[in-house]
């Protein structure tokens, strides 16, 4: 903890030569996506993508679930994602799931989580979803396509928020699902046909890589106005993984 507390301390001298950057984040905000994915310490959203302050909107949840929606249940979720859409506008949604994840683990082994009735309770959502490799035989490949499966399973439940259903519709947003392995720091991008690959090569303006993320997240606002979902080109399908 010590040497969380020291860079905590130097951290204003650290980005003093970034110090005009950081007054305009003090502007307000303007991410590119809203990134959804498991509360796991090993899974860093930005150390995976590269985005710096101000590119990523963020939601982490245990096993990264997307509890289905409810209408009159207020959750931090729905919150998220109805801030991210209504008031910050964002044109892409990813949901991230993760190789070793412990939350999907103790579903497919059949964890006894009954000194943990809050994970327990919260797990169940995944539970139906992973009924037909909840029965496999165990080991690290079962447990990858489980996670796989569960990604799949969290983009639809998100799917069932009218608000993200109707920008979908309306071309304005597009959800992706991915799968990061933390050992190798590989991503895998779900396919229009269901199935999990890995990305094509990165793309180049000249010498310098653009993300599918990318743009200057310090850009300001649209118009010099609010951000409220209007984002034109063509939309690939609600579940792409382009």
Known sequence: MQRLL???RAFKRR????SDKYRRLAEGQWPKALFITCSDSRVLPSHITGAGPGELFELRTAGHIVPPYERRLISSEAATISYALDVLGVGDIVVCGHSHCGAVDALVRGADLSGLP???GWLELARPALAPVIEGPPGDPA???AVRRHVTAQLASLYGYPL?????AAGELRLHGWFYRIDTGEVEELAADGAFRPPLPPRRL????QSPLSGDPLEGPPHGGPRQGAHGGPQPGPLSGS
């Open 6 to 8: 020291d860079n905590a």
């Open 15 to 18: 980005i003093s030569a970034e």
């Open 118 to 120: 809050e994970v327990g």
């Open 164 to 168: 993200v259903r109707d920008r979908v």
């Open 206 to 209: 000249g010498d310098q890589y």
């Open 143 to 145: 447990l990858a396509e």
